[in-house]
């Protein structure tokens, strides 16, 4: 299963960005995307999480009231909208999804977890 991000940038602090990641190759379903970001130096950290079926089920509390994290099944697509942008969101943003890979028949295999190769936000002061 491969995930592409989109939608890095450089952007001053008070703007808004707008992050997705496809989902694509041969899998029987997903059942969790989310975002996670890493700074320089800094231990890579869980921004916001949501299930395939349901809402959103994890925001960081540094993002609270700032992110928002979407999705489109049809698409397999998940996407970050971050409003207020800060400097401190200044990191690499990688996409993350776990699910079930074709199994026999109609029935799901064995499970995955796949990473995105990461997109680079920097915020200016």
């Known amino acids: 299963v491969q995930l592409q991000a989109f939608g890095g940038g450089l952007v001053q602090a008070g703007g808004s960005l707008r992050l997705s990641c496809i989902a694509s190759g041969s899998f029987h379903s997903i059942e969790t995307m989310a975002w996670h970001r890493q700074a320089p130096g800094k231990q890579r950290e869980l921004v916001a999480r949501?299930?395939?079926?349901?809402?959103?089920?994890y925001v960081a509390d540094a993002v609270k009231g700032r992110f928002t994290i979407s999705k489109d099944n049809a698409k397999n697509t998940v996407f970050l909208q971050m409003n207020s942008l800060k400097p401190e969101d200044t990191a690499v943003y990688y996409c993350n999804a776990d699910g079930y890979l074709r199994g026999k028949g109609w029935s799901p295999g064995r499970s995955f977890n796949s990473w995105g190769q990461g997109t680079q936000v920097t915020v200016s002061s």
């Open positions: 949501i299930p395939s079926i349901g809402i959103t089920d």
